[in-house]
């Protein structure tokens, strides 16, 4: 039976990027890994380090997503410096494109309210008309009516930054564990026992971050974790010329040139199969975007389940019952990679959480305990 400082359920990029985190801070770390599985949110995402569509009605998740993104940049370096892989993390602002006027104008009253709701913290934000947007991203179409822009926004290669945050976690000396799906746990506060396919491990400290799994486990642990599915489907299409200089909600174009087209919510429970009908509304929204868009091949396709909390905001939360038992639960482990590997794992690695992340804790959801 090995024995951690740490262990980390999970190894997708939002366990990956804890135990990144934890290595680095000089605790023996192993990472568990379910294998191929599992749903493998990280390996279907869109790349998007986004701010400008995220925080509405609670100013905490857009203040937690924006110190995440001025992460993003000390981290992308670290990585690239130490691991040799460059994660392709690009920030020079990004926007949503809008179709009609009635869409312009929700957007600009959206838009709006999270200024108001920043208050003293701030939120730069500008509303484009027709001819600002053509100016800024050539080739528009004539149905886009204007746009939203922030100076925040960016994307990176997810795949890229899974692969040195897991390159990274070894090089610091942490233990990945591949096909170690948990099935049994026996936690006590401060020693925890946990039984894996790949045999059993012993820690003073475990990290829930097994994406959709965390609704079974985080009970074990005396922890809440009310997560569930939420498919989306990816179109990408076959090299381009450059023609996009910066992202927008629902088009990106790659480093290699292949232009990216998504942003499906769909509420089918565990089903990763394509739907014909969403594609088709993908692609259409993406062509009145940018007409050029039909002259090319549609390469590949697929569809991942994101992990929602009810609300849609990340659950971060210590157990009572059980201290040194963590979980770790979001659906933009693009966006929150820089605050997970560089505030929240140093966090963990004390042994508490900030007090500000109890805006953040799964006791939202308990009835009684809002009451």
Known sequence: MERYDAIVIGGGLVGSAIGYGLARAGLTTALLDEGDVAFRASRGNFGLVWVQSKGEGAPHYQRWTRGSVDQWVPLAAELADKTGIAVGYRRAGGVHLCLGDEEFDQRRQRMERM???????????????????????????????????????????????????HRGFVDHGGGYIPNAQVVDAVPAPGEFRLV??????????????????????APLFGLNAPVRPQRGQILVTERAQQLMPIPTTTVRQTEEGGMMLGDSQEDVGFDTSQKPAVMQAIARRAVLSFPWLRELQIVRAWAALRVMPPDGLPIYD???????????????????????????????????????LDLFSGKRFDVSAAA
């Open 115 to 165: 200024r108001r709701e920043a208050g003293n913290f701030g939120f730069e934000y500008r509303m484009l008309d027709q001819r600002e947007v053509a100016d800024l991203l050539p080739g528009t179409g004539p149905a886009v009516t204007g746009a939203s822009w922030t100076p925040y926004d960016g994307h990176a290669n997810p795949l890229r930054l899974l692969r040195a945050l």
């Open 196 to 217: 894996t396919a790949a045999g059993e491990l012993r820690a003073s400290k475990v990290v829930l971050a097994a994406g959709l799994g965390n609704a079974g486990l």
């Open 318 to 356: 210590q157990s009572q019952r059980f201290p040194g038992a963590f979980t770790v639960n979001c659906h933009s482990g693009v966006t929150l990679a820089g605050a997970h590997a560089n505030v929240l794992a140093p966090m963990i690695a004390a042994g508490t959480l900030d007090p500000w």
